[in-house]
């Protein structure tokens, strides 16, 4: 039933900071990758609440909660606790003992020097914490022993760190200990929001797995078109269509794209219409993924028992590692 502890696949290790309900971009971008990935590697996913304390140490109000809708939507999508371990970071106490070793060896300007710091402070005073980012990312890496990390490329330079980290460990304790965590980039199509910005930036524009169909439908109604037409008697253009039609290049099958496609350009369909069918075609799109989410959801115990699982897989990869770092440092 489980491939968790096959040594002979590869391993991958990749989180998320849980800061509310994922949307269709996190699944487009991210968790279709994962399911993929489930297959044919031993995967390692981690809820990064810890990482989510670094912008947020001050609002922690959600994080329980936040961690438990983020779960519910991995569950949703299909990744499977049968095939890849699930945890939350904070449930793994040898992250924080590594990320404190390895950060002995990390100088100063490697972390402020990093471009994502810029996005990370937005303007806000450096925390240690912080600074620290991709040295605890680094940590939750190295713990499993991960040796691809599937990431967009704003992450590139944070993988960058935490491969100049490995190799500075293993050159100064003498040998193949940690493995240099190699980038599986993925193609991140960029998914907009309703309203035309990246979506999730703010904070209504995008279309979430756990919405309802009504939900979607309404902030479908809201949604950017072709900005020169006005008439529903004007021809449209669906080139120049900002976020509906680019929408059913992302959801609809080639005949529901090419009818929407010749309509529009003939004025057969007015935008309302257009989008009516979008919210049904998103809808059923989504359904499936609905329906698992409800079913896991009237059961967070077994939700809470995944978890509880994972840690405990994970502490045992954790403490092997550590036990080779801590003897690579001659510290037992
Ligand atoms: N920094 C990642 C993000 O914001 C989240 C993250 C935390 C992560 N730990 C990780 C990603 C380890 C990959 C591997 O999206
Ligand atoms: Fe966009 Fe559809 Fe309106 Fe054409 S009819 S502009 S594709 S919303």
């Known amino acids: 039933m489980t491939n ?7 391993r991958v290790m990749s989180g998320m900071r849980p800061t509310g309900r994922l949307h269709v971009g996190h699944y487009l971008g991210v968790l279709k990758n994962w399911l993929l990935l489930q297959d044919t590697h031993t995967c390692f996913f981690m809820v990064a609440d810890w990482h989510a304390l670094t912008t947020q140490y001050a609002a922690t109000e959600n994080i329980a909660q936040n961690r438990l809708e983020m779960v519910l939507d991995w569950l949703s999508v299909g990744v499977d606790p049968t095939k890849a371990t699930l945890y939350v970071q904070s449930d793994i106490p040898e992250i924080a003992e590594l990320h404190l070793l390895l950060s002995m060896l990390v100088p100063k300007a490697w972390l402020e020097g ?8 937005k303007g806000g005073e450096c925390n240690y914490g912080v600074l ?4 605890l990312q680094t940590a939750d890496i190295l713990t499993p022993r991960g040796e691809f990390v599937p990431v967009g490329k704003d992450q ?7 491969r100049d980290i490995a190799r500075r460990f293993n050159h100064v304790y003498g040998g193949d200990i940690l493995p240099e965590p190699k980038p599986l980039l993925t193609e991140t199509p960029l998914v907009k929001g309703v309203d035309g910005n990246k979506m999730g930036k703010s904070s209504n524009n995008g279309i979430l797995i756990s919405d309802t169909d009504d939900e979607t439908a309404r902030k479908i109604k809201t949604a950017i078109t072709d900005r020169n037409r006005i008439l529903k008697t004007d021809p449209g ?6 976020v509906v039609f680019p929408y059913y290049q992302l959801f609809a099958d080639e005949a529901a794209i090419a009818l929407a496609d010749s309509e529009c350009r003939q004025a057969l369909r007015g935008c309302m219409d257009c989008k009516k069918q979008l919210a049904e075609i998103v809808n059923e799109w989504l359904r499936p993924m609905r329906h698992r989410r409800n079913e896991f959801a009237q059961d967070m115990g077994a939700v809470q028992a995944i978890l509880n699982a994972g840690r405990d897989h994970m502490r045992d990869e954790a403490q092997y590692t550590l036990g080779l770092v801590k003897t690579s440092m001659k510290l037992i």
């Open 4 to 10: 968790k502890l096959d040594q002979t696949k590869k």
């Open 114 to 121: 990093s471009p994502t710091l810029k996005d990370l402070l």
């Open 132 to 135: 620290g980012y991709p040295v």
């Open 156 to 162: 590139l330079p944070h993988l960058e760190i935490s």
């Open 237 to 242: 253009d669906p080139n120049n269509c900002e």
